[in-house]
């Protein structure tokens, strides 16, 4: 029976009881043969195991280092919208921060969390639809699935910017086929407040409008902050007052400009009415605007301040020069009139005080038309403001025929139509010295501009001049004490179909603070300002923007710590000194 379990050889002999057995050191049993040292072969085993662990994990290693570090430029590639999205998804765009003059944060970045699925992974996509339409009730259903349903498709948003709550609640869900990712999410903490400044970005966090728009390559390339001129609080104060004068007189919207007189810094900029940029989902057409770097129109007298300028600086008209307001002014295709006119010759201040339209057309008539066009082109009137870091720049309109009747109405402000930044600008430069200075809203931005307009005593004149249409003129109700307030009022009718309406206009007030060392200049403009029982009827600047402005002045210039100069004003009540500056 032993001798079938043998093979070979051994399977012929066979071992009778008490003969020697020799065993060879090896031997086959069923064809299986018994090694020789068991332990040996254990070894053998375990090192080979550890062998093909280690060369799994190396392979491992590899495809991670090639997955996430290295990057494969051996091969061409071109990309769809999906690889685009993907990059971004691995990349989300970083933005600085964006802070006014004082340090104060008033745009900036939070880190947030996306949701975007793979369609191709989804195995039940009414169910994972109705859970995420349960969890994210801003969203419809059918918009969930139609994405889910998108089989060929690998990747597809379905939520920005989720809440923690929401990201804890679908992780728990377990769906394969959903997926997160890292975002940031721009926020404006103070809202409304610098709606048309900043401006907003998109969904991707690319600006769209304002600052955001006009410097993103600044804001994504460098982390450091981008400081502004703007005062927050300055900002605030002038809204503030801005808003409740719109309110007050029922006005379709308003504008105004703070601007330091010396650099052309901007120190607050707003446009009624504005967006929370926040909720970029309401905003209104209107409210998108903005007016004061965009909006163009025909400023009304306030454009008197630069033909005056324009009439001293030529030389071909003194302070001392009177002209016949008797009667109105009969052109060849015009007749020029004045509003409650005095009906009387006018000296040059009086012109002014009494915003006459006949007597400063006259100024510009005697001036032409070749050194019109040469100053007002020097003034910017001819060109958008390019220096300004907004997107919104508005392009100046300008008359393609310029001749007796364009010089006589551009002289008192019609005819050509300009932005609220033109215009404070420019004027900023005529009170200033003489300087002008190319606007800006970031600070210590080099200036890109910088040239001479007029004279240091012409400039000293009209500050002169200005200050008699405060204390005397259209302007009282902007008489600030203590602080020399000089400025001037425009009231412009509004061009409907072609033709001018009468109480539809836009109205205009242009000052300056203190008017014997100048340092800031304020613009105000509201669109559409309604009579009211306080205004007797009447629609006019003196009624509306020049009792603002008094009130925003009041306000903001101890904000700004100008100190009040009483004595100034009590010695001129007094008759004591002249006004000279």
């Known amino acids: ?213 006009q410097l993103n390559e600044r804001l994504t390339q460098s982390d450091i902050p981008l400081t502004l001129t703007i005062d927050a609080g300055v900002q605030d104060t002038i809204r503030e007052q801005l808003a409740a004068a719109v309110r007050q007189f029922k006005a379709e919207g308003a504008a105004a400009i703070l601007m330091d007189v010396r650099n052309s810094e901007i120190i607050a900029m707003i446009s009624l009415p504005d967006y929370d940029p926040n909720l970029n989902n309401y905003k209104t057409e209107r409210a998108q605007f903005n007016f004061a770097t965009k909006g163009v129109y025909e400023p009304g007298s306030v454009l008197k301040i630069f033909n005056a300028a324009l009439g001293l600086e030529s030389g071909k008209v003194k302070v001392t020069d009177s002209f016949d307001a008797t009667k109105p002014l009969k052109l060849k295709y015009n007749t020029i009139k004045d509003y409650r006119g005095e009906n009387r010759w006018l000296t040059v201040p009086e012109i002014l005080i009494y915003s006459s339209n006949i007597g400063s057309a006259q100024i510009a008539l005697k001036v032409g038309r070749q050194e019109q066009q040469n100053f007002l082109e020097k003034l910017g009137f001819f060109a958008p403001v390019q220096s300004i870091e907004v997107a919104e720049k508005g392009h100046p309109l300008v008359p393609r025929r310029w001749g007796e009747e364009t010089i006589a109405t551009v002289g008192y402000g019609y005819g050509i139509s300009v932005t609220p930044l033109h215009l404070v600008t420019a004027f900023s430069a005529i009170v200033n010295g003489g300087v002008y200075h190319a606007p800006t809203l970031v600070k210590d931005h080099p200036g890109e501009d910088t040239h001479r307009v007029v004279s240091f005593n012409t400039s000293k004149e009209i500050r002169k001049l200005l200050r008699g249409v405060v204390v005397e003129g259209s302007g009282k109700r902007a008489n600030v004490p203590g602080y020399e307030v000089a400025g001037k009022t425009g009231t412009a009718n509004k061009l409907v179909n072609g033709k001018y309406v009468d109480k539809k206009v836009m109205t205009s007030f242009l000052a300056t603070f203190p008017a014997s060392a100048p340092q800031y200049a304020l613009f105000l403009m509201m669109d559409e300002p309604k009579a009211t029982k306080e205004t007797w009827g009447f629609v006019t600047s003196g009624w509306n923007t020049v009792p603002t402005a008094g009130k925003i002045i009041s306000a903001i210039a101890p904000q700004l710590n100008i100190k009040a100069n009483y004595d100034i004003d009590e010695l001129r009540r007094n008759r004591i000194i002249e006004a000279s500056y």
């Open 1 to 213: 029976m032993l001798g079938k379990y043998f093979s070979g050889e051994r399977k012929k002999n066979f071992y009778l009881p008490g003969e020697e057995i020799k065993i060879d050191k090896s031997f086959s049993f069923n064809n299986y043969t018994c090694e020789k040292d068991p332990l040996a072969t254990c070894k053998s085993r375990v090192a080979f195991a550890s062998l093909m662990f280690m060369l799994v994990y190396v392979v491992i290693c590899g495809r991670l280092f090639s997955v996430c570090i290295s990057t494969d430029t051996s091969s061409a590639k071109t990309y769809d919208e999906t690889d685009h999205l993907r990059a971004y998804a691995a990349n989300p765009i970083k933005r600085a921060d964006i802070v006014d003059r004082n340090g104060t944060i008033v745009a900036t970045s939070l880190p947030t969390v996306n949701l975007y699925a793979n369609p191709k992974k989804i195995l039940n996509a009414k169910k994972a639809a109705a859970e995420l339409s349960r969890i994210l009730p801003d969203i419809r259903y059918e918009d969930i699935l139609d994405k889910l349903q998108r089989r060929r498709s690998s990747f597809v948003y379905i939520k920005r910017n989720l809440s923690p709550s929401q990201q804890y609640q679908i992780n728990y869900l377990g769906i394969p086929g959903l997926e997160f990712e890292n975002g940031e999410k721009r926020i404006y903490p103070h809202k409304n407040l610098f709606a048309h400044v900043l401006g907003n970005t998109n969904i991707d966090n690319i600006g769209i409008s304002g600052i955001e728009k």
